[in-house]
């Protein structure tokens, strides 16, 4: 099958300046293309992976993809989607965002047939009067304020730096098309304008019969009609230091029935073959979630490798049985990272005392009850003796106390020397 053609399939071609001649290129040969993203903080979140999904069904298929890393248009910032000025970020800063997502996009793509190159490596050699005669001339102000971007701010206002962002993107497209054969640029649905000028410059200065091209994703909604990718808890990023593989894993398991073959075709390496035996099973067996957990298999293992997968099906195993005693203290960090939390001594305590003074019970007379209903577990093993005596340190290198109140409700107490 032709990469536009399944592309398409899989919901993921939303917009293409010339969809036909797109097909016959990448039929022809081994394309370049590339796709941005500007540092402005220092990991992707699973909203990036939309289009770079994208890019990695390209590079399957034999073609050349280029990551662009702005560290040029970073500075300058990116009024797409947004209802107001973003806070510019020092240079030092973005130096070091550059430098945090040039490995994410490593461990992504790997090293072969794969380049990454950073805009500020070109743009920042240019001077103010370099910009203004060479392509400042080139850009019609009529059209620039027609673009969709430019247009949703005119009545809130944009600054002229955020208004240029156009020009410089486009002088990134010519510049990749010169150096690296790129041939194609890669987008959300709201660069499309940013795209098209760099179309325009291009065939502006290379000739209209110059053969690039433009091609964005559609705006990922759930079927409840929210934004994909956001949760209660904030952003889901690739870094596993701000998502620990297992919440990123939990994030994928628990999708929407309604969700998940849409996500399995977009999110996933899998067979029409193999999406179609998981959509039948959402049908026919919704309760066993076998497309989620094979969604969630495979994203987390393209994310962050097969260990990482298997060590959050260990924590989900373990977690769903109680016998938390089984986790190692890095599993426990990662397996409590959003339950509630409480800071406590490494002294020993009787149980009860230990209970209230954590303002894990509310008073003694409900903590002398729970415990001898034998509704308390101190990690993971089930305390009924009021005059037992807490350890802190007793397990989990003395870092951490796993308290669990009934069935569901667990408290992580941090241990402090």
């Known amino acids: 099958m032709n990469i536009i053609d399944e592309l398409k399939w899989r919901g993921a071609l939303n917009q293409a300046t010339d969809e036909e001649g797109l097909r016959e290129l990448t039929e022809e040969k081994k394309i370049a293309l590339y796709c941005g993203t500007d540092p402005s903080g220092d990991s992707l979140h699973i909203g990036h992976l939309i289009p770079f999904m994208m890019l990695k069904r390209f590079q399957l298929a034999g073609h050349k993809p280029v990551i662009l890393i702005g560290g040029g248009t970073g500075a300058i910032g990116d009024p797409s989607g947004r209802k107001t000025e973003r806070d510019l970020e020092t240079m030092s800063k973005l130096e070091q965002n550059v430098q945090s997502l040039t490995k994410q996009m490593i461990r992504l793509f790997g090293t072969e047939n794969f380049t990454i190159a950073n805009n500020y ?31 949703s701010r005119l009545d809130a206002g944009i600054s002229f730096t955020e208004f240029t962002y156009q020009i410089l993107q486009a002088i990134d497209f010519l510049h990749l098309y010169r150096h690296n054969d790129v041939q194609l640029q890669i987008g959300g649905s709201d660069q499309w304008g940013n795209i098209t000028s760099g179309i325009d410059l291009i065939h502006k200065v290379e000739g209209s019969d110059t053969k690039v091209f433009g091609l964005t994703i559609p ?92 060590q959050a099906e260990k924590i989900s195993a373990i977690l769903f049985s109680g016998d938390i005693q089984d986790l190692t203290t890095a599993e426990v960090e990662q397996a409590f990272a959003g339950t509630p939390s409480v800071e406590v001594s490494a002294e020993p305590a009787n149980i009860v005392d230990w209970l209230v003074d954590t303002k894990i019970e509310p008073s003694k007379r409900q903590a002398r009850e729970d415990v001898k209903n034998g509704a308390i577990r101190v990690n993971g093993e089930k305390v009924t003796d009021l005059e037992a005596t807490l350890d802190p340190t007793a397990k989990f290198d003395g870092k951490y106390v796993v308290i669990r109140r009934g069935k569901k409700n667990y408290t992580l107490a941090k241990v402090h020397a």
């Open 121 to 151: 490596d070109w743009l920042s050699k240019f001077t103010m009067i370099d910009f203004l005669r060479d392509y400042g001339k080139l850009f019609n102000l009529n059209t620039m304020l027609n673009k969709e971007v430019v247009a």
């Open 219 to 310: 705006l990922m909604l759930k079927a409840d009609g929210t934004k994909f990718g956001k949760t209660a808890g904030g952003a889901v990023w690739l870094d596993p230091e701000k998502t620990s593989p297992y919440e990123f894993y939990q994030f994928w398991l628990n999708q929407d029935d309604r969700d998940v073959v849409k996500y399995l075709k977009y999110f996933t390496f899998l067979s029409q073959e193999e999406i179609a035996g998981l959509e039948e099973k959402v049908q026919t067996e919704p309760w066993k979630r076998e497309a989620q957990r094979r969604l969630a298999q495979e994203v987390t293992t393209f994310v962050h490798g097969q260990a990482a997968t298997d």
